[in-house]
């Protein structure tokens, strides 16, 4: 890993160590984070959810908190924006939990390299099981995958 990408990733573990707990607190979860480059400057999005959803009063008061919190460890060099948003309808699946939490639901996914016969990298398809190292797809018409997470470079959950 190049020493600019691994730097950011020190940063993005800061960051969500920083978060994570506070948004815990509040019985929500802290489903992703990115910060990026924009045109308007430096952008940190955090993603929270709860059962039900969360609606704005709830990413206000994370953004409110989150900042504040930021702000006092000066966790971020330079000027930015927080944004505090759901992850929406087609959000990103990442770890084992967010699989098992859409199991029986249709997902879209691409991975690093070709898997299966024929050899493919785009997946479309319910989630049937999930293990520690892998995804369980069932394919419509296209049969069943055990796709390891190790190996998916982008999922979403399907809205349907």
């Known amino acids: 890993m190049s020493e600019p990408s691994q730097k950011k990733e020190n940063l993005l573990s800061h960051l969500r160590a920083l978060a994570e707990p506070i948004i815990g607190n509040e019985k ?7 910060f990026t480059r924009e045109h308007s400057g430096w952008v940190l999005r955090l993603f929270i959810d709860k059962p039900g959803g969360v609606n704005l009063d709830d990413c206000a008061m994370i953004s409110r908190t989150v900042g504040t919190v930021l702000d006092v460890e000066d966790a971020i ?5 927080l ?5 929406g309808l087609n959000r990103r699946l990442k770890s084992p939990l967010h699989f098992r939490q859409v ?3 249709k997902v879209r996914l691409k991975t690093y390299g070709p898997i299966g016969e024929p050899p493919r990298r785009n997946f479309s398809g319910f989630v049937t099981g999930v293990a520690e190292d892998a995804v369980m797809l069932d394919i419509p ?3 069943h995958f055990r796709i ?3 190996e998916i470079a ?6 349907e």
């Open 141 to 143: 018409g296209g049969g």
């Open 28 to 34: 929500m979860e802290l489903v992703d984070l990115e």
């Open 154 to 159: 982008k999922a979403n959950l399907e809205f």
């Open 103 to 105: 199991e029986g639901r």
């Open 83 to 87: 944004e505090v948003s759901s992850p």
């Open 148 to 150: 390891p997470f190790s």
């Open 77 to 81: 060099e330079g000027p930015y924006h």
